[in-house]
């Protein structure tokens, strides 16, 4: 029988099952809840603002989108985001996905954390980022009713200690690549998690361009 937590339906097609144990055997505890509870908070708020969303697509972006983190799908050089988005990619085509469902996938996962770009974008790429955000910020909390909140946690449960562990799970995920956090958020979890990290400068680098003015 397929699983409804919240009122919502859990995707169970092959691809999803197959992406349930992917992820399953790949993230710890933290990241793996996390990531379901993804799922419900962005298709909640699909539900809520009337989005026509695929369920599927927004679970497949919702389970990849911290792939980047683990050390199995993590690259020397790109941000984590991309090397989720590019997990996710190779799995959905070995999949037989088309093009343009990855596409969106792909794009949800990479703008995850570039925040005031996906909520202009199509449902999938929208939806994932709000479910990040909500689970992650605490962004639109109390636009959830407390049955819905309880009802997603209770089944990926979210730990006392969740604040300060999903940002070690960052930091640990990023530590040796910090180039890739120059203009996005994740620097401000090297500015927390690592005394050598020096932020990058935009206006440094304008100014020590080799344009001559």
């Known amino acids: 029988m397929t699983e409804l937590i919240a009122g919502i339906r859990l995707p169970d097609s092959a691809i999803a099952r197959a992406a349930t144990q992917l992820v399953r055997d790949t993230e710890d505890d933290v990241l793996y809840n996390h990531s379901r509870r993804v799922f419900f908070w962005g298709a909640l708020t699909g539900e809520r603002k009337s989005l026509r ?15 980047g983190l683990t050390e199995r799908y993590s690259s020397p050089d790109l941000r984590f985001e991309v090397d989720g988005a590019n997990a996710a ?10 093009e343009q469902d990855i596409e969106d996938v792909w794009l949800a996962i990479a703008l995850h954390t570039t925040p005031g770009i996906p909520e ?36 990926h449960p979210r730990e006392p200690d969740f604040k300060e562990n999903i940002i070690d799970h960052f930091a640990a995920g990023i ?25 990058t400068n935009f206006c440094s680098i304008i100014l020590g361009s080799a344009w001559p003015g």
């Not at 990619?89 to 088309?98: I, N, P, R």
């Not at 530590?175 to 932020?199: H, S």
């Open 175 to 199: 530590m040796r690549k910090p180039q890739t956090t120059f203009g996005n958020v994740k620097a401000d979890v090297l500015a927390l998690k690592d005394p050598n990290f020096t932020r």
């Open 89 to 98: 990619h190779d799995f959905m085509t070995s999949h037989g996905v088309a």
């Open 120 to 155: 202009h974008l199509r449902p999938t790429i929208a939806l994932v980022t709000a479910g990040v955000e909500m689970d992650v910020l605490g962004i639109d909390y109390h636009q959830f009713s407390h049955e819905h909140r309880d009802a997603v946690c209770s089944c």
């Open 53 to 67: 969303y695929d369920s599927e697509l927004l679970y497949l972006g919702a389970m990849f989108h911290d792939m």
